[in-house]
């Protein structure tokens, strides 16, 4: 079965803090991987993805993931986090063999205090 | 990447009563597009999954006949909610699929509909 799993479900953190978000899939099938997040009433932006090449991958407003195959990992990342960050992140799957279905993580809350 | 729009952001509605809304493809013609819904604090739950010109696909547990879609052309795509209930106000998220080298979907800015 393919799925994705974050791990947590909550993340609080202190402005100014490091920060990563835990995404895991599972996959027969080569996959493209997403990270998105939502603030509160909006819709889903699109913060990084990883299709091919480097495994590390820089998105916007300082976030990063790294991609590893041998973990089936995709975790988030961001040196310091500002109040701002304060959002739902989703973590989602393309499997290369289901067009453009996408299999969504459950989500992180990502709060962040002053 | 394609901008998507979503009419109306918001709606208000008596139970027993149709609600549609809009999906519009603003700079990328769609042949894909995809409905979403999503209850507070849980993630998104794909619902349907809609082709211009023929019949929407539906996930499973998802009625048909209660949420109608129709993709009567590349740039617009609607989802009709037939005789509404209170266990139907969520928000409601569309996207649009691309093709290419990998097929990625945009995001809608989402529908937030409560049934009285």
């Known amino acids: 079965a393919q799925s994705v799993t974050q791990l947590d479900s909550q993340v609080p953190v202190f402005e100014e803090a490091p920060v990563e978000l835990r995404c895991n899939y599972s996959s027969s099938v080569s996959v493209y991987l997403f990270w998105y997040v939502q603030y509160p009433n909006q819709g889903l932006q699109l913060l990084l993805k990883y299709l091919s090449g480097s495994t590390l991958v820089k998105g916007i407003n300082g976030f990063e993931a790294e991609f590893n195959k041998s973990q089936t990992s995709f975790h988030l990342r961001k040196p310091s986090v500002h109040i701002s960050d304060t959002a739902e992140y989703f973590c989602a799957v393309i499997h290369n063999n289901a067009g453009n279905m996408l299999t969504f993580g459950g989500g992180t809350r990502l709060m962040v205090k002053p | ?116």
């Open chain 2, 1 to 116: 990447g394609a901008v998507v729009s979503q009419h109306p952001s918001w709606v208000i509605c008596k139970s027993g009563t149709s609600v549609k809304i809009e999906c519009r493809s603003l700079d990328f013609q769609a042949t894909t597009m995809f409905w979403y819904r999503q209850f507070p604090k849980q993630s998104l739950m794909l619902m349907a999954t809609s082709n211009e010109g023929s019949k929407a696909t539906y996930e499973q547990g998802v009625e048909k006949d209660k949420f109608l879609i129709n993709h009567a052309s590349l740039t617009l795509s609607t989802l009709t909610v037939t005789s509404a209930h209170p266990e139907d106000s969520s928000f409601y998220i569309c996207s649009v699929g691309t093709s290419g080298r990998v097929n990625e979907q945009f995001f809608g800015p989402g529908t937030r509909l409560t049934v009285l």
